[in-house]
C-alpha cells in the first residue's frame, strides 16, 4: 500500500506539472472568465450603474448587481416586445413593457407572436422577491430582463418608506425570475435546449476521460520505452504501478471536471443578469446523480482500457492504433447525438446504454434529455461496474514483469496464458 501511495503522489505531481494538461484544466477557466469579464464591461455595465447613480436614481449603498448591464442598445435587446402581468400592484405603465390585465391574455399574445415573452409578478413579489418568465423558444441572450429590472427599480424607489425588507430587494444579487415553458410552443425551446445540455456533457465526458487515460497510456509506454520500468520494478510490485497510475490519472480528471464545471456554473450566475435563459438551464437532482455515477464510471472504464493497451503495446506509437478500438465503438452515441435527443426511450439508444463501452456517454445524453426509468439505470451500472472490474483485473494479470521487460507486445497465445496463471 506504501508504493502505491508513492506512485500515485509521483504520477499526480509530475501530470499536473505537465504544460498541456496545466493549460487545458488552469488555463481555459481562467481565460474564459477573463474573456467574459472583458465582453461584460465592454457591453458598458459598469458605466451604465455610473452613469445611474449620477442621475441620482440610486441612493448612496444601495447596490443592484447586474441592473444597466445590458444596455437598450445591446445586440441583445428584443426585436418583438415582452410585456407584463403585475398582480402586486406595484408597477404602473412602462414605456418599453406592454401590460397585460391576465395572464391569460399575456399567454394568448405570446402564441400570436405579438411578445417575445412576458413577466408575471406575484402578489406577494414584496416577500418573496420572485417573478415568472415565459418565453416562447430557447435561445441563449435572447431575453434581456433589463427592462423589467429598471421599472421594479423605479417603483421601489418611489415608495416613500425603504423598508428594510424593500432595500434587501434592491440589494438583491439578481432578481429571482423562474423560466416557464408554454407548452407546445416551446417545442423548439425544449430541442434546443436538449441539444445543447446532451452536446455539452458528452463532450465534456469525451473529452476529459481520453485526455486523463491517454495520459495514463503515455506514461506506461515511456517508461517501457526508456526502460525505467526495469528500475522501478526492482522496488515494488506491478500492480503496485498499475493501480498507483491508474489511480493519479483519475483524481486528475475529477480535478479538471471540477474545475470546469465549477467554472460553467459561476459563468452561468453571472451571465443570469443579461439572459433568463442561461438561468433557465438547470438539472433535476436525478439527472445530476446519473451524470455523476456515468462520468465516474466512464473515468474507470476508459482508464481500465487504456491500462491493459499500455501492459500489451511496446510503443506509445502501437498504443495509439491500439486505442482507436476504445474510442471509435464509445463515441457511437456521439455520433447518433439527435436520435438519443428525438428519441431517448427507443430501443437503439436503450440498447446502447445498456453495452458498457458505450454506456457511459449513452447514458449522459439520456439523462440530459429525458428521465431514464430506475431499472435501466441499474442495469447499466451493474454491466458497467462488472466491466470494470473485469478490465482492471485483466490489466493487472497482463501487468507482469516478463510482459513488461519483454520488449515487444505478448501474442494472443501469451495473453491467454497469462490470464490463466496464478498472480
Known amino acids: 500500500m506504501r508504493t502505491l501511495w508513492l506512485v500515485f503522489r509521483f504520477e499526480l505531481t509530475r501530470q499536473i506539472l505537465r504544460r498541456g494538461y496545466a493549460l487545458i484544466t488552469f488555463g481555459v477557466p481562467i481565460a474564459a472568465i477573463v474573456i467574459f469579464f472583458i465582453i461584460k464591461a465592454l457591453s458598458g455595465g459598469e458605466a451604465e450603474v455610473s452613469a445611474t447613480r449620477a442621475r441620482g436614481n440610486l441612493p448612496p449603498g444601495v447596490n443592484i448587481p447586474g441592473a444597466g448591464a445590458i444596455s437598450e442598445d445591446s445586440p441583445f435587446a428584443q426585436a418583438r416586445p415582452m410585456g407584463f402581468v403585475d398582480h402586486s400592484g406595484l408597477l ?12 391569460e391574455a399575456a399567454l394568448e399574445a405570446l402564441r400570436n407572436g405579438d411578445i417575445s415573452a412576458y413577466y408575471v409578478i406575484a402578489a406577494d413579489y414584496l416577500q418573496t422577491g420572485r417573478i415568472e418568465a415565459f418565453f416562447e423558444r430557447f435561445n441563449l441572450g435572447s431575453m434581456s430582463d433589463f427592462a423589467i429590472r429598471q421599472a421594479l427599480l423605479s417603483a421601489l424607489l418611489r415608495q416613500t418608506d425603504l423598508s428594510s425588507q424593500k432595500l434587501t430587494l434592491l440589494q ?19 430541442e434546443n435546449t436538449n441539444l445543447l445540455l446532451a452536446y455539452v456533457f458528452a463532450t465534456l465526458l469525451l473529452f476529459t476521460a481520453f485526455t486523463t487515460s491517454g495520459y ?32 493519479a490519472m483519475n483524481a486528475l480528471g475529477l480535478l479538471q471536471v471540477l474545475l470546469w464545471i465549477g467554472t460553467a456554473i459561476f459563468l452561468f450566475s453571472q451571465a443570469a443578469g443579461i439572459s433568463p435563459d442561461l438561468s433557465g438551464i438547470a438539472l433535476r437532482t436525478d439527472q445530476i446523480i446519473v451524470l455523476i455515477i456515468y462520468f465516474v464510471l466512464g473515468y474507470l472504464l476508459f482508464g481500465s482500457f487504456y491500462a491493459i493497451v499500455g501492459a500489451l503495446t511496446a510503443n506509445l506509437r502501437e498504443g495509439t492504433q491500439f486505442s482507436a478500438v476504445i474510442v471509435l465503438p464509445a463515441m457511437i452515441p456521439f455520433y447518433l447525438a439527435m436520435t438519443f435527443i428525438n428519441t431517448p426511450n427507443e430501443p437503439l439508444p436503450v440498447i446502447l446504454s445498456l453495452i458498457p463501452i458505450t454506456a457511459p456517454l449513452a447514458m449522459t445524453l ?40 519483454s520488449g515487444r507486445p505478448p501474442k494472443l497465445r501469451d495473453v491467454l496464458r497469462l490470464v490463466r496463471e496464478r498472480a
Do not use: M
Request: glycine share 2%; proline share 4%; hydrophobic share 50%.
Open 92 to 103: 404602473g405603465n412602462v414605456p418599453t413593457l406592454i401590460r397585460f390585465r391576465s395572464e
Open 172 to 190: 438583491a444579487r439578481t432578481l429571482e425570475i423562474t423560466p416557464n415553458a408554454i407548452g407546445e410552443i416551446t417545442s423548439q425551446a425544449t
Open 216 to 247: 495514463l497510456l503515455q506514461s506506461l509506454t515511456e517508461e517501457r520505452e526508456n526502460r525505467a520500468v526495469e528500475v522501478l520494478l526492482s522496488s515494488l510490485r506491478p500492480r503496485d504501478l498499475l493501480f498507483g497510475k491508474f489511480l
Open 366 to 405: 439520456r439523462a440530459a434529455v429525458t428521465t431514464v426509468p430506475l431499472i435501466e439505470v441499474l442495469s447499466s451500472v451493474v454491466l458497467l461496474s462488472l466491466t470494470i472490474i473485469a478490465c482492471v483485473w485483466l490489466a493487472a494479470r497482463l501487468f507482469r514483469v516478463n510482459t513488461l521487460l
